[in-house]
C-alpha cells in the first residue's frame, strides 16, 4: 500500500519538535524506512536517523533531510495548525511550530525513497537516507558525523538536501558555486562594574558600552564590506540588568554574522573583536569582554559540474524552465559538514511552496514582501497540492541522475 504523503505531512505538522527533541518525528521516519526495506539506525548525532538501501553496484548517494522545529506561535489559521509547545534550552516553555518546512522536507524524501524502492530494477547504486536533527541550531550534522557516520555507512560520491522556500509552486531554484552564506553565532559579555542607578558616576555602565557596541557593530557592513560584496552583522538579542534603579555589571549581546566563504568570515568577526574591545576600552571597562562561539556553519557551495547533471535532471521530470537561479541566499545551512567532512561534491536546492496564483497576483501588485510570508514567519504555510509532489519528483531525479 502506498504511504498517504498528505496526512504524513499534516501530522508532522500538527506535531513538531525543538532541536534534538525530534523523538516521534524521528520513530515516524524510521517507521517508515523500515516498512519500505532499508536498513535504520535510530539515535544517531541524539535524535537523527540512518536508513540505507542497497541495490547493486554503483555510486553511493547521500540524501539529506532536516526534521526540527522551531520556537515559533503558528497563525495560519489552518485545520492542521501546531498548537503544541515545547521546552527550550533555556528551561522557558514555547510554542513550537514547523515554521521554516522540514516537516515536507521528512515527507518529501519518505516519498522519493519509496519512489526508488518501487523503480528499482531501474537504478543501481546504494541511497544513504540521513533524516537530520537540529538544523535549526546549526549542529545536527555535525552531531552526526561526530557520532561516526562516515566511519559506519558507505562513503558519499555526492551529497544531496533540498529545501521550501517562498516561491511559486512549482519553481525549483538551484545555482553552481556559492548558494547559502556561512554563519557564526557568537555571545558578547561586556563586563562593567554594578551599582545603584542614582549612582551612575560610581559605576562603569555596561548597557551604555552595550548600546554604543551596537552601534558601532554597524559600520562593519556599511564601512568594510565591499558594496558588491555580502556581509551581515545582527545583534538579534542584549540582555542586562534586572531592575530600573540597578546599574548592572555586564550585559551579554547574542551576534548572528553571515558572509560568502572563509577569507570574509575572517575579516568580519576580526572587526567584530576589533570593535567590541575598543568599546570596552572606551568605558573603562576593567575586564576584557568574552566572546563565545555558539554554533559555525559553512558557506554552501554547490559543486558545478554535479549540479548542472541535477538540474538538467530536475527539468527533464518537472518540464523544461523549471529549474531558475534564485541568487545567493544570506540564510545558512549545516548540510555543507556532510560535503565536507567526505570530501564529496555537495548539490543543495530550493522549491517553490506558495500558491501559484496568489505569488503572481502579488507579483503583479508588488506586494509579495507583504503578503507572501517567508519561512521562519508565523504565517508560513506550504500548498500541500503541488508542494509535496515537486518534493519528491525532485529528490528522486536526482538521486537517480548518480544511479541511472
Request: charged share 20%; hydrophobic share 45%.
Amino acid at each position: 500500500m502506498a504511504i498517504d504523503l498528505v496526512h504524513l505531512y499534516t501530522d508532522l505538522h500538527r506535531h513538531p519538535e525543538l532541536s534534538f527533541q525530534e523523538t516521534r518525528t524521528a520513530a515516524i521516519a524510521a517507521g517508515h524506512l523500515r516498512d519500505l526495506g532499508l536498513e535504520v539506525e535510530e539515535r544517531v548525532g541524539i535524535t537523527g536517523v540512518v536508513g540505507v538501501l542497497r541495490n547493486g553496484d554503483g555510486p553511493v548517494v547521500w540524501a539529506r533531510a532536516d526534521m526540527d522545529a522551531l520556537p515559533v506561535l503558528e497563525t495560519t489559521g489552518l485545520p492542521y495548525a501546531s498548537t503544541v509547545t515545547g521546552i527550550d534550552p533555556a528551561g522557558s516553555t514555547v510554542p513550537v511550530m514547523h515554521a521554516c518546512g522540514h516537516d515536507m522536507h521528512v515527507t518529501a524524501m519518505i516519498g522519493a525513497v519509496e519512489r526508488l524502492v518501487n523503480t528499482r530494477g531501474e537504478w543501481s547504486g546504494t541511497l544513504v537516507v540521513l533524516i537530520q536533527p537540529a538544523e535549526e541550531y546549526g549542529a545536527g550534522s555535525r552531531a552526526m558525523l561526530d557520532d561516526g557516520i562516515l566511519d559506519r555507512y558507505p562513503k558519499p560520491d555526492v551529497v544531496l538536501g533540498q529545501h521550501v522556500t517562498p516561491l511559486p509552486a512549482g519553481v525549483v531554484g538551484m545555482r553552481p558555486g556559492p548558494q547559502m552564506a556561512a554563519a557564526d553565532g557568537i555571545t558578547v559579555t561586556l563586563h562593567g562594574r554594578g551599582g545603584h542607578g542614582s549612582r551612575p558616576h560610581t559605576t562603569i555602565d555596561p548597557v551604555v558600552m552595550a548600546a554604543a557596541t551596537v552601534m558601532r557593530l554597524q559600520t562593519i557592513a556599511s564601512r568594510e564590506v565591499d558594496p558588491r560584496g555580502v556581509g551581515v552583522v545582527t545583534v538579534g538579542s542584549i540582555h542586562a540588568g534586572t531592575k530600573n534603579n540597578i546599574i548592572s555589571s555586564e550585559a551579554t549581546l547574542e551576534l548572528s554574522l553571515r558572509y560568502p566563504d572563509d577569507a570574509a568570515r575572517e575579516r568580519i568577526i576580526a572587526s567584530v573583536e576589533r570593535i567590541v574591545r575598543a568599546e570596552a576600552a572606551a568605558s573603562g571597562a576593567l575586564r576584557d569582554p568574552e566572546f563565545r562561539t555558539e554554533h559555525r556553519l559553512p558557506p554552501t557551495i554547490n559543486d558545478p559540474e554535479a549540479t548542472a547533471r541535477v538540474s538538467a535532471a530536475i527539468d527533464r521530470a518537472l518540464g523544461a524552465g523549471t529549474v531558475m537561479d534564485p541568487g545567493f541566499f544570506t540564510g545558512s545551512e549545516d548540510v555543507s559538514w556532510f560535503a565536507r567532512d567526505s570530501g564529496a561534491p555537495l548539490v543543495f536546492w530550493f522549491w517553490g511552496v506558495i500558491d501559484a496564483e496568489a505569488y503572481a497576483a502579488a507579483v503583479a501588485d508588488g506586494t509579495v514582501s507583504d503578503v507572501i510570508p517567508t519561512t521562519h514567519s508565523a504565517l508560513f504555510a506550504p500548498v500541500i497540492t503541488p508542494g509535496i509532489e515537486i518534493g519528491v519528483t525532485s529528490m528522486t531525479a536526482a538521486v537517480r541522475e548518480f544511479m541511472a
